[in-house]
């Protein structure tokens, strides 16, 4: 298993099977949507005790974002630019960028800023607080595998539990139709998600 921004070259059996948020062009592979990530911005609660919670989006003027740096065909920053229209353009309120998902999360869950995240980090950790401050900008998953994996009973027996653990009628964050976290709760079906940010790294400002 691998894990980046950059998926995995099946062509080149790097991989049996590939999670990813690129719809695959190669003709001889095989895909299947798994469902779609709401990106939405969310500050932690000890970022808005320390800095307070903007209400509309030109607030974010006088706050910290942290965002994705573009990298292997992912446009991140492009995204951030597209959903932030005219502020990003009126001066660059961004004090961190980076390529890693996992410090991406743990800034944002320090209190170092506010950042795009999938609407489901309200589901991993109630330290998230989701700001409605504009439409959230959707991005496809999909399986990606070659045309007989399937038919492999180890790769078969990933696959359904692949699919199983993105089910958008099971997880609501993975719909099609944009879910507010507000209502997770009562259409979730399935335990509780684990805190995945219970041991982020502390001291940022």
Do not use: C
């Not at 948020?21 to 190669?26: I, K, S």
């Not at 597209?82 to 980076?98: C, I, K, Q």
């Amino acid at each position: 298993m691998t894990l980046g921004q950059k998926p995995a070259d099946l062509h080149r059996l790097e991989a049996d099977l590939s999670v990813q948020l690129q719809r695959p062009t190669e003709p001889n592979l095989k895909i299947l949507k798994l469902g779609r990530l709401h990106m939405i911005l969310f500050a932690s609660r000890s970022y808005i005790a320390k800095h307070g919670r903007p209400t509309r989006l030109a607030d974010l003027r006088k706050h910290r974002l942290i965002t994705m740096s573009s990298e292997a065909g992912v446009q991140w920053e492009d995204d951030y630019r597209r959903a932030l229209g005219e502020l990003s353009s009126s001066g660059d309120p961004v004090v961190l960028r980076t390529n890693s998902n996992s410090a991406l999360v743990w800034a944002i869950a320090g209190g170092a800023g506010i950042g795009f995240l999938p609407s489901y980090a309200a589901a991993v950790s109630e330290d998230f607080i989701p700001l409605d401050l504009m439409k959230p900008f959707p991005l496809d998953i999909w399986l990606v595998y070659h045309a007989g994996a399937k038919d492999i009973p180890r790769i078969r027996r990933a696959m359904d539990w692949i699919m199983k653990s993105f089910a958008p009628r099971n997880m609501p964050w993975f719909r099609d139709e944009f879910v507010h976290p507000d209502k997770f709760a009562q259409l979730h079906k399935g335990p509780k998600l684990p805190n995945m940010v219970a041991m982020t790294p502390k001291g940022f400002l």
